[in-house]
T-cell receptor, first 117, second 110 residues
Framework: GAVVSQHPSRVICKSGTSVKIECRSLDFQATTMFWYRQFPKQSLMLMATSNEGSKATYEQGVEKDKFLINHASLTLSTLTVTSAHPEDSSFYIC?????????????FGPGTRLTVL | QKEVEQNSGPLSVPEGAIASLNCTYSDRGSQSFFWYRQYSGKSPELIMFIYSNGDKEDGRFTAQLNKASQYVSLLIRDSQPSDSATYLCAGDFGNEKLTFGTGTRLTIIP
């Protein structure tokens, strides 16, 4: 159980384009999902908390107009990087809590590696 | 500010020995802690979580939590080359979000 998928796993795009990343909980319903970003040799940095049916909560310093999050159903959250630039190149990872687990542990998707040329 | 700190390593341990990974945190109100393993280029994988003071064992892994001293550790017994990875310590400080340490890179030497 507690399987989280992401799509695509890797994307290369030109500067100025927008990229959408999908995060799905495959075997459970997730009212809350989390989006992280990880630069090389650094730890995970939480970008935002995605809540089903409501607006996402962004961490300080994260531009909500640049990183659009939509959590339209209990199994799907999307992150759209708008007008991407080379400095947005990073490893984007989503996670979700499995309510069946009864605890606070988060289960991570496999990640999406974004390269902006 | 709530912080989780780890020694970045690298930590080298001979195969078959015990690897000891440590983590300290700054918020006494923290409730639960998690150890994740991350292979290069992959996303984190949950190894163990611990909520209460003391030890928690799962196979070759033992998590230890000492809330009075504000540290949490992970012991890996009978280390294997496949244990070579970066280990991330994370704390839930009661706001449903995880705060991650910078990770410790562990290398098991055959």
């Amino acid at each position: 159980g507690a399987v989280v998928s992401q799509h695509p796993s890797r994307v290369i795009c030109k500067s100025g384009t927008s990229v959408k990343i999908e995060c799905r909980s495959l075997d459970f319903q997730a009212t809350t999902m989390f989006w992280y970003r990880q630069f090389p040799k650094q730890s995970l940095m939480l970008m935002a908390t995605s809540n089903e049916g409501s607006k996402a909560t962004y961490e300080q310093g994260v531009e909500k107009d640049k990183f659009l999050i939509n959590h339209a159903s209990l199994t799907l959250s999307t992150l759209t990087v708008t007008s991407a630039h080379p400095e947005d190149s990073s490893f984007y990872i989503c996670s979700a809590r499995d309510p069946r687990a009864g605890g606070d542990e988060q289960f991570f998707g496999p990640g999406t590696r974004l390269t902006v040329l | 500010q709530k912080e989780v700190e780890q020694n970045s390593g690298p930590l080298s341990v001979p195969e078959g020995a015990i690897a000891s990974l440590n983590c300290t945190y700054s918020d006494r109100g923290s409730q639960s802690f998690f150890w994740y393993r991350q292979y290069s280029g992959k996303s984190p994988e949950l190894i163990m979580f611990i909520y209460s003071n003391g030890d928690k064992e799962d196979g070759r892994f033992t998590a230890q939590l000492n809330k009075a001293s504000q540290y949490v550790s992970l012991l890996i017994r009978d280390s294997q080359p496949s244990d070579s990875a970066t280990y991330l310590c994370a704390g839930d400080f009661g706001n449903e979000k995880l705060t991650f340490g910078t990770g410790t890179r562990l290398t098991i030497i055959p």
